[in-house]
């Protein structure tokens, strides 16, 4: 499966911005999907996951109440919705894909990974 990943830039702390990913060959909804992302400096971390239906998600405790995580199979689609952005929150953005039925936190138990997206948060 190939990920494109779009939709970063550069907001206000306090704002919000929504990232897409865009899947495209083998059956997307066979996939968990996860966004990771990587600050300057610091090594890749979860942000949040949501299995093959979207009936189960999970959050790091650094998002969880701020940002959502949703699909659209149809679409091929999965979102982020960021809300309440944190300058802490600036950091390059990727999703990635598991051809597995549970969210995993680890990113090296993800088989795709997108390109990345910037987000940075200004003060």
């Known amino acids: 499966v190939q990920l494109q990943a779009f939709g970063g830039g550069l907001v206000q702390a306090g704002g919000s911005l929504r990232l897409s990913c865009a899947a495209s060959?083998?059956?997307?909804?066979?996939?968990?999907m996860g966004w990771f992302r990587q600050a300057p400096g610091k090594e890749r971390e979860f942000v949040a996951g949501?299995?093959?239906?979207?009936?189960?998600?999970y959050y790091a405790d650094s998002v969880k109440g701020r940002f959502t995580i949703s699909r659209d199979n149809a679409k091929n689609t999965v979102y982020l919705q960021m809300n309440s952005l944190k300058p802490e929150d600036t950091a390059v953005y990727y999703c990635?894909?598991?051809?597995?039925?549970?969210?995993?936190?680890?990113?090296?138990?993800?088989?795709?990974w997108g390109q990345g997206t910037q987000v940075t948060v200004s003060s």
């Open positions: 990635a894909a598991r051809l597995n039925r549970f969210i995993a936190v680890d990113q090296y138990e993800y088989d795709y």
């Open positions: 060959g083998r059956i997307f909804s066979r996939y968990v």
């Open positions: 949501i299995s093959w239906n979207g009936g189960s998600t």
